[in-house]
Structure formats: C-alpha cells, structure tokens
C-alpha cells in the first residue's frame, strides 16, 4: 500500500488549504490515520489524528482551525485547513497507522506568506 499526498501550495495568511491523502488499497489492521507536519529546520510534529471510531484530537496550535476527515472506505484522509498562518509553513505527511505496519505519504509543502 503506498500513500499518496496532495493539494499543499503558497497561500497568503488568513487563506485556506485542503490537504487530501489516498491510500492505494486498503489497509489491513488500521488504527488511525493522522497529518504530521515539519516546518524548516524543527522536528516533525503530529497534528491532527482521526481515530478509526471516528475521534479526533489535534495540536493546541491548530484546535479550531483544521479539521481532519476521511471517507467511508477509510482509504481517504484530508486536512482542511482555515485561516492560515505563516507558523503553518511545513511539510506536511499523512500517516496510516496500522498493524503490523506504519504507512507514510512522500509530504506535500505548505507555505503561507505574510
């Protein structure tokens, strides 16, 4: 199964992005799909999860702003992502958690100017 992410760009502050990751197949022992991000020169953070049941926790930084979702299939995640800030400047990576296996997207550039 391979991930693959889309729909970062460059975004003015206060805009907003859509961030969708397909899965290939379907993926076998699925815990929960979650959006990493890491800004230039930081360590990669988590910031949103969606759990298979269906709850969903984010970073402090971003409660109120994104929102994660995912099809019906559980093959889809995205990231909506609303008045945007330039502390959002990342990579973000989509992540599938699942048993016995981790599965991670190739990241998608996110920049949001002054």
């Known amino acids: 199964v391979q991930l693959q992410a889309s729909g970062g760009g460059l975004v003015q502050a206060g805009g907003s992005l859509r961030l969708s990751c397909v899965a290939s197949?379907?993926?076998?022992?699925?815990?929960?799909m979650s959006w990493y991000r890491q800004p230039p020169g930081k360590e990669r953070e988590l910031v949103a999860r969606?759990?298979?049941?269906?709850?969903?926790d984010y970073v402090d930084s971003v409660k109120g702003r994104f929102t994660i979702s995912s099809d019906s299939a559980k093959n889809t995640v995205n990231l909506q992502m609303d008045s945007l800030k330039p502390e959002d400047t990342a990579v973000y990576y989509c992540?599938?958690?699942?048993?016995?296996?981790?599965?991670w997207g190739q990241g998608t550039q996110v920049t949001v100017s002054r």
């Open positions: 992540h599938f958690a699942a048993k016995p296996i981790n599965y």
């Open positions: 969606l759990t298979r049941g269906g709850t969903t």
């Open positions: 197949g379907r993926v076998p022992g699925l815990w929960y």
